[in-house]
């Protein structure tokens, strides 16, 4: 798998400067932070996108059935799921999305119920849609983050909560949710008339031997469900993604749809359009190699750990191209291991309480980049502490 050899070049998220300063207090750190990858895009999506661009103009475009077909077909042999064109909406982005959904699907005022520490933009977009936050804090046992079925189902029978946020694999401590754990979250939304908003953008990236079972599986057992995805994680896209909200209900999809219409946000997008087709039809070599690599890498952080008899505990991923870091044996205070880490290492991480308070005392470490940054970039920050 190549590198992207523009990194340096490009206006990367990642390495923007203002940004580095901003968190990390200087420009010059190894990056390993926003949930990107270093590497370039599979070589068939290269082509189809330089024939695009050749001797062509940029006309109006709408999505073709072939684009359909072939999704169709990937979601069935990648995820046994039998897509129907009918359930999909383009949104242009999973926070678009979770914002209609918010504002659309509930009232203000209304409970929502997340598992951090998650994916930091929940809370946000909870926030910002002026709902209030219910947390059912996924339990840490013996290295490995499980969901807390007896307190979910408290929340779920509190009269003011009205939705549940999942994110799967989880984001950022690398779960993947087996069909257990997804039909009880089922029977209690069930139970208790939960909304159910299903993030499954990190669906891809699935290590050591854990597969990803989508909640679509369940519709036809509860359907007051929005799955949301999208391709850009798991083909280095999201440069030019557009994301996936997969609606079963008629309902709640027309709810969506219209609001989608409303600030005219369907358009096809030319490029990403071709990717998107070209990744389902010929990208999955390139995925299974992007998923060896990730698990070598994971190896790498074992080895170095375990070699330096570092303090630093990593909880092993089943999924995501995310590693979780677990700091505290040797911090008590975040702000002090951020500090420290980030200083003496010259690695930028996300820091464990971006991700809630429940985060603390943990960092996340983006390890979809080559053998030897992941190398360099962990025994920097074994260094440091
Ligand atoms: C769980 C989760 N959802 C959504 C996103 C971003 O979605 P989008 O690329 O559509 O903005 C991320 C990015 O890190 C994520 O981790």
């Known amino acids: 798998m190549k590198l992207d050899t523009k990194l340096k070049e490009l206006p990367l998220v990642k390495t923007k400067p203002a940004s580095l300063d901003h968190l990390f207090g200087g420009q010059d750190l190894q990056s390993m932070w926003v949930a990107d990858s270093d590497f370039q895009i599979a070589a068939p999506i290269q082509q189809a996108l ?49 914002t209609f959904a918010m504002e659309e699907l509930t009232a203000p005022g209304d409970g929502i119920i997340i598992q951090p520490p998650v994916w930091n933009d929940f809370r946000n977009i909870i926030r910002r849609t002026k709902r209030k936050v219910d947390k059912n804090l996924l339990k840490l046992l013996d290295s490995r983050y499980e969901i807390d079925f007896e307190d979910l189902e408290e929340k779920a029978s509190a009269p003011n909560n009205k939705a549940l946020i999942i994110c799967n694999p989880h984001n950022p401590v690398g779960r993947v949710w087996t069909k257990s754990e997804l039909s009880q979250i089922i029977d209690i939304c069930q139970r208790y008339n939960l909304l159910l908003i299903s993030d ?60 989608l219409k409303k600030y005219h946000l369907g358009r096809t997008n030319a490029l990403t359009r071709v990717a998107l087709e070209t990744a389902y039809r010929q990208g999955e070599a390139w995925l299974s190699e992007l998923r060896q690599i990730i698990e070598e890498n994971v190896s790498i952080i074992e080895e170095e750990l375990h070699h330096a ?22 911090f008590s205070d975040t702000k002090l291991m951020f500090k420290q880490v980030t200083q003496n290492s010259q690695v930028a991480l996300n820091a464990g309480h971006w991700y809630g308070r429940e985060g603390a005392l943990f960092m996340r470490m983006n390890i979809a980049t080559s053998a030897e940054q992941v190398r360099q970039g962990i025994q920097k920050v074994i260094g440091a502490v």
């Not at 440069?239 to 219209?258: E, H, Q, Y």
């Not at 008899?309 to 040797?330: C, N, Y």
């Open 50 to 98: 330089i024939e695009r661009i050749t001797d062509a103009g940029f006309g109006y475009e709408y999505k073709p059935d072939s684009l359909f077909e072939a999704q169709r077909t990937w979601y069935k042999r990648q995820y046994d799921v039998d897509l129907v064109p009918e359930y999909i909406l383009y949104s242009p982005s999973i926070p678009t999305t979770l």
């Open 309 to 330: 008899k570092s303090s630093i505990k990593l909880i092993r991923p089943e999924g995501t191209f995310q590693v979780w870091l677990d700091f505290r044996a040797i």
């Open 200 to 259: 499954e953008i990190h669906k891809d990236i699935t290590l050591f031997g854990h597969s990803f079972t989508s909640m679509l599986h369940y519709a036809k057992e509860w359907d007051k469900l929005v799955v949301c995805t999208s391709e850009a994680k798991s083909f280095n896209l999201p440069g030019i993604m557009d994301s996936l909200a997969i609606i079963p209900n008629d309902n709640i999809r027309k709810t969506v749809s219209d609001t």
